[in-house]
C-alpha cells in the first residue's frame, strides 16, 4: 500500500550567517503516526520545526502537506494549513491571563466583542480536558512555574484542533506524573488520526510513544528508522557517533564536614518548615514534583526570594543574604532552572554571560585581560562540548541545550563553595549531560557541596550520595544512596 504523508520535508538547507544549521534534511512523516526527531544540541530539531511553522525561511528545498506543495511565507500561513508548533522556548504572553493565552488567536483582531465569561469557561473545559483543572484560567501567565506555562502552551495549540501538532521538547520542564499525562494526551491525539512530530532529549519516553524515528547529526540527516527495531543503545550510537558506556560517571570525593544546615525555612506561600544539612563533597538530590517548593527553597536561602523564618548556617555561622550578589560573594552558587528568565542575558554575547560569575578570575590589576578571558571561556565551553559560532555571538543565537551549557559553564568556575544546580541537563542531549556530571563530580571532589533538583529521577538516582524528597513545601522524606530507587522516591513525591 502507498504510504500517505501528513508532512514532507524534503532536501532543506537554511544557514545563519557562517553556521550551517541544516544542509539537505529530509522528514517524511505518516497521517496518524507519531514521529519523535532526535539529534544532539544545535544538531537542527528546532530549526527545521521553525521552517515548518514560517518562523523561519529555508534557503532550499520543499515543503509538502498533504499532498501539495505548502508555500509557507509566514506563522499565520502554516496554522491555516492545520499546523501547529509547541515550542522550546514557549511564546506566552506573560501579562495576559491563562484564558487569554489559550485563546489568543482568536482573540487577535476577531473585532468582535469578546465574551470573557465564556472565554473563561471554554480555558477551563481545555485545562480539564487536559487533566490540569488546578490551573486557574484567570491567572496571569507570567506567574505560573515554568511547567504550567508549558501546559497552558499546549492548551493554545490544542485549541486550534490541528491536524499536524509539533512538540518541541514538551516534557523538558516537567516532572514524572505531568509527563505520563502529557505522554497519554499525545497518544489519545494519534488515536483521533492527528499526525504528531515529537522532538525530545529523553529517549526512553520517545522509544515508548513513537512509530518512527528521525535522526539527525550537525544539521544532516543521518537516518529514519521504525521505533520497534531499534534499542536505545543503537540510538544513541547513531546519535553522537560513538556508543556512551557510563552515562553516570564514578566519583571520587571524600564527604567531609557540614557545610551547610537549614533548620526550619519558611519562605512565602510555598516553603514550610524545610530543614537540611549539606556536607563538603557531598552531591544532595531534592526530588519533588512540579511545585513541590525545591526552587522556592534554594531562591530563599540564596537570597532571591526574601525568607520569613528560619536558620542558614553557612561554615558555621548564620547567614541572611539578603541578594543573590551577597550569597554569591560569600561563595554560593545557584544556576536557576528557567534560563530565559533568570540564567542567561540573551542579547549578550555567549563569552560575556560565561564569565559574568567569574570577573575576578581573569581581572589582573583591575582590567580585564581579554586574551585570557577568550582562552578560557575556549576552554571552559570546549570542556562541556558547547556548540556555537563565535564568543562574540548573542546567547540567543544558541540551540536550547546549549544555552543551557552556557549558564551552567557560568558557575563552574565562580569558585563556589556551595552550588546548587536547579535542573542542570533540561534539554541537554546525552553525551553533554555525561559532561555535566564529570563536572558535577569534580566539583564535588574539589569539596563543594553539590545540590540538585531534578526531575529526572534516573538522575538523582544515578548522581546523587543522598536524595531529599519534598511535595507541597515541605520535606517528606530522604532517602539514602543504597535505598535510592524510583519507588522509593515516588512514593514520598505524591505522599502515599
Ligand atoms: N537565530 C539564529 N541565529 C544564529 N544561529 C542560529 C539561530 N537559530 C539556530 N542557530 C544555530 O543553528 C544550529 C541548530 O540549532 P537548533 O536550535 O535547530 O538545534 P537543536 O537541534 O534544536 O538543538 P537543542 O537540542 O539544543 O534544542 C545551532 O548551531 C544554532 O546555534
Ligand atoms: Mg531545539
Known amino acids: 500500500m502507498q504510504k500517505e504523508y501528513a508532512v514532507q520535508m524534503k532536501n532543506i538547507s537554511k544557514h545563519f550567517g557562517g553556521v550551517k544549521a541544516l544542509t539537505n534534511v529530509s522528514l517524511n512523516v505518516e497521517k496518524g503516526e507519531i514521529h519523535a526527531l532526535i539529534g544532539e544540541n544545535g544538531a537542527g530539531k528546532s530549526t527545521l520545526m521553525k521552517i515548518l511553522a514560517g518562523a523561519y525561511q529555508k534557503d532550499h528545498g520543499e515543503i509538502i502537506i498533504d ?7 509566514s506563522p499565520k500561513d502554516v496554522i491555516n494549513l492545520g499546523v501547529s508548533v509547541i515550542y522550546q522556548e514557549f511564546m506566552l504572553a506573560p501579562d495576559l491571563t491563562v484564558a487569554e493565552n489559550i485563546f489568543i488567536d482568536k482573540l487577535a483582531g476577531s473585532g468582535i466583542l469578546i465574551n470573557w465569561k465564556t472565554l473563561k469557561k471554554r480555558a477551563k473545559e481545555q485545562l480539564l480536558k487536559l487533566g490540569f483543572d488546578d490551573i486557574d484560567p484567570e491567572a496571569k501567565v507570567g506567574s505560573l512555574s515554568v511547567a504550567y506555562q508549558q501546559i497552558v502552551e499546549i492548551c493554545k495549540c490544542l485549541a486550534r484542533d490541528s491536524k499536524i501538532l509539533v512538540f518541541d521538547e514538551p516534557t523538558a520542564v516537567l516532572t514524572f506524573s505531568e509527563t505520563r499525562k502529557l505522554l497519554s494526551i499525545i497518544q489519545n491525539l494519534k488515536a483521533s488520526g492527528v499526525s504528531i512530530i515529537y522532538i525530545s532529549h529523553r529517549l526512553e519516553e520517545l522509544l515508548e510513544i513513537s512509530d518512527h524515528i528521525t535522526v ?9 528508522v521504525a521505533t520497534s527495531s531499534i534499542n536505545k543503545e543503537e540510538l544513541v550510537a547513531m546519535m553522537v557517533g560513538r556508543e556512551i558506556t557510563q552515562l553516570f560517571p564514578e566519583r571520587k570525593a571524600e564527604i567531609g564536614k557540614e557545610i551547610l544546615k537549614v533548620e526550619n525555612l519558611h519562605a512565602g506561600e510555598v516553603v514550610k518548615d524545610v530543614s537540611f544539612s549539606v556536607k563538603s563533597g557531598e552531591v544532595v538530590g531534592f526530588s519533588g514534583l512540579v511545585g513541590s517548593g525545591r526552587t522556592e527553597t534554594m531562591r530563599a536561602i540564596f537570597g532571591a526570594d526574601k525568607k520569613d523564618s528560619g536558620k542558614v548556617i553557612y561554615f558555621g555561622e548564620e547567614v541572611n543574604f539578603k541578594d543573590p550578589k551577597e550569597a554569591i560573594n560569600k561563595g554560593f552558587g545557584l544556576l536557576p532552572e528557567d534560563r530565559k528568565k ?22 589582573k590589576l583591575g582590567v580585564i585581560n581579554h586574551k585570557k578571558e577568550k582562552d578560557y571561556v575556549k576552554e571552559l565551553l570546549a570542556s562541556i562540548a558547547t556548540k556555537y559560532g563565535s564568543m562574540e555571538d ?11 551549557k552556557i549558564a551552567l559553564a557560568k558557575w563552574l568556575s565562580a569558585d563556589c563553595k556551595v552550588l546548587v544546580f536547579d535542573e542542570p541537563t533540561r534539554g541537554v542531549d546525552v553525551g553533554a549531560k555525561t559532561e555535566i556530571y564529570k563536572i558535577i563530580n569534580q566539583l564535588a571532589e574539589e569539596g563543594v557541596g553539590v545540590i540538585v533538583i531534578s526531575s529526572e529521577m534516573a538522575e538523582i538516582i544515578g548522581m546523587c550520595d543522598r536524595a531529599i524528597v519534598m511535595r507541597q513545601g515541605s520535606i517528606t522524606g530522604e532517602v539514602d544512596k543504597s535505598e535510592l530507587t524510583e519507588n522509593n522516591l515516588i512514593k514520598l513525591a505524591m505522599g502515599v
Do not use: C, H, P, W
Open 216 to 224: 539527525l547529526k550537525d544539521g544532516n540527516y543521518v537516518d529514519t
Open 394 to 404: 548573542n546567547a540567543n543565537s544558541l540551540s536550547g541545550g546549549n544555552q543551557q
Open 67 to 73: 499532498g501539495k506543495e505548502a508555500k509557507i511565507s
Open 342 to 363: 533568570q540564567g542567561l542575558l540573551l542579547e549578550q554575547s555567549i563569552r560575556m554571560n560565561t564569565t559574568m560569575a567569574s570577573m575576578f578570575k581573569i581581572k
